[in-house]
């Protein structure tokens, strides 16, 4: 089933928000962005089962990564938002700790103005 992104937006620097991607049955799911004429880069990452989760410098200290095992959802909390923060955000899942990002949803555009 293809993760469904949910919750970007508009929002002033030093703004927040919360994206939600609605998944299951995968091993971890991770958050990813892109902005037009670069590559896409990684945001954080979480386990299913277990603790382990990951953040990305860039976003370390202001984004947050979470999960509610009850709705089946990861969410991705964002604080002190900065225009390079702007981009579309892709959530994707994993089956294994070895298998590449296989399940894409489809984005979700977070805007963040100066």
């Known amino acids: 089933v293809q993760p469904v992104e949910s919750g970007g937006g508009l929002v002033q620097a030093g703004g927040s928000l919360r994206l939600s991607c609605a998944a299951s049955?995968?091993?971890?799911l991770g958050w990813f962005r892109q902005v037009p004429g670069k590559e896409r880069e990684f945001v954080a990452a979480?386990?299913?089962?277990?603790?382990?989760?990951y953040h990305a410098d860039s976003v370390k200290g202001r984004f947050t990564i979470s999960k509610d095992h009850a709705k089946s959802t990861v969410f991705l909390t964002m604080n002190a938002l900065k225009p390079d923060d702007t981009g579309v955000y892709y959530c994707?899942?994993?089956?294994?700790?070895?298998?590449?990002?296989?399940?894409w949803g489809q984005g979700t555009q977070v805007t963040v103005s100066s």
């Open positions: 994707a899942t994993k089956e294994s700790q070895t298998t590449t990002w296989g399940n």
């Open positions: 049955d995968f091993f971890e």
């Open positions: 979480i386990r299913w089962r277990g603790s382990p989760k």
